[in-house]
């Protein structure tokens, strides 16, 4: 089954870039979409189709594919960004979705 | 708007079945598949699988296949998913959800806690 790994944590300083990766086979192939989840809360979709950002997120959301490695950025990074990031793709293969193990975002 | 609102909270034992529910409102229920996705306390996003509700259509992760079934009562826009053979690691937060705007999972119901204890 195809198989999509992020960092377990990154940290990043208030005002300062973030980037979280997703590695896959080829997933520059695929469609990446990008959710965060705060805790206790439902996931929230911040990057659609490696980079369009759904109506409402800020432009400081930010997403690239290429080949085995598609990237999160979030600029000038808040408080309020502090929360788990996740990668997903559809795998045509299997007929399903799949999620990235997680990143856990902490601003310092 | 588009919303999803899932049933209550369930405790049940190793080897029953759970049913969730999730009612969908602000939109038209048959034209957007309704996905499932779950959470165990502290781990990642696990997804379970799909349903059409217009024709009943479903497709199921590998993992699940053969003891979870998504089903819809049209009638009052409403999605079911079925666990059964409950065992401990089976206990999370269950998610449905729909893309509907985007070509992702746009549209989250609020989860149902499953716990399953003896």
């Known amino acids: 089954s195809y198989v999509l790994t992020q960092p377990p944590s990154v940290s990043v300083a208030p005002g300062q870039t973030a980037r979280i990766t997703c590695g896959g086979n080829n997933i520059g192939s695929k469609s990446v979409h990008w959710y965060q989840q705060k805790p206790g809360q439902a996931p929230v979709l911040v990057v659609y189709?490696?980079?369009d950002r759904p109506s409402g997120i800020p432009e400081r959301f930010s997403g690239s594919n290429s080949g085995n490695t598609a990237t999160l950025t979030i600029s000038r990074v808040e408080a309020g960004d502090e929360a788990d990031y996740y990668c997903q793709v559809w795998d045509s293969s299997s007929d399903s979705y799949v999620f990235g193990t997680g990143t856990k975002v902490t601003v310092l | 708007q588009v919303q999803l609102v899932q049933s209550g909270a369930e405790v049940k034992k190793p080897g029953a079945s759970v049913k969730v529910s999730c009612k969908a409102s602000g939109y038209t229920f048959t034209s957007y598949d309704i996905n499932w996705v779950r959470q165990a306390t502290g781990q990642g996003l696990e997804w379970m699988g799909w349903?059409?509700?217009?024709?009943?259509?479903?497709g199921y992760a590998q993992k699940f296949q053969g003891r979870v079934t998504m089903t819809r009562n049209t009638s009052i826009s409403t999605a079911y998913m079925e666990l059964s053979s409950l065992r401990s690691e089976d206990t999370a937060v269950y998610y449905c959800a729909t893309s509907h705007d985007y070509n992702a999972l746009d549209y989250w119901g609020q989860g149902t806690l499953v716990t399953v204890s003896s």
């Open positions: 189709d490696d980079s």
């Open positions: 349903m059409n509700p217009n024709s009943g259509n479903t």
